[in-house]
């Protein structure tokens, strides 16, 4: 029903930059879109939130990611990008975009991408 597709991890040396991008597509019509963020996972730790972004445009991120990290939404191209400077090697991890949306005013759903692998080297 709803599909995201991640691009744009890589390696990077520390202090560098990278941007990742979300590109959703449905199936179907949606009712609303609530919010789209993305969230990490390093090997052996648990996944946790890098930052969000509501379909308002209002924004939030956890303490590590404020001040390095930006999500902005492109609405013409269902495309929301995390844009993260400053990067560290505890950065590295895959980045997972997920996505909570109404397909109807009751029916609320969330949807994974696939993930896309981020290094960041000493």
């Known amino acids: 029903q709803v599909q995201l597709v991640e691009s744009g991890g890589g390696l990077v040396q520390a202090g560098g930059s990278l941007t990742l991008s979300c590109t959703y597509t449905?199936?179907?019509?949606?009712?609303?879109?609530?919010?789209v963020d993305w969230y990490r996972q390093a090997p052996g730790k648990q996944r946790e939130q890098v930052a969000l972004?509501?379909?308002?445009?209002?924004?939030n991120f956890p303490n590590f990611a404020r001040g390095r990290f930006t999500i902005y939404r492109d609405h013409g191209k269902n495309t929301v990008t995390l844009q993260m400077n400053s990067l560290e090697p505890e950065d590295s991890g895959v980045y997972y975009c997920?996505?909570?949306?109404?397909?109807?005013?009751?029916?609320?759903?969330?949807?994974w991408g696939q993930g896309t692998q981020v290094t960041v080297s000493l």
């Open positions: 997920h996505i909570d949306l109404l397909l109807t005013m009751s029916d609320r759903r969330e949807f």
């Open positions: 449905t199936s179907q019509e949606i009712y609303a879109l609530n919010f």
């Open positions: 972004i509501t379909a308002g445009g209002g924004t």
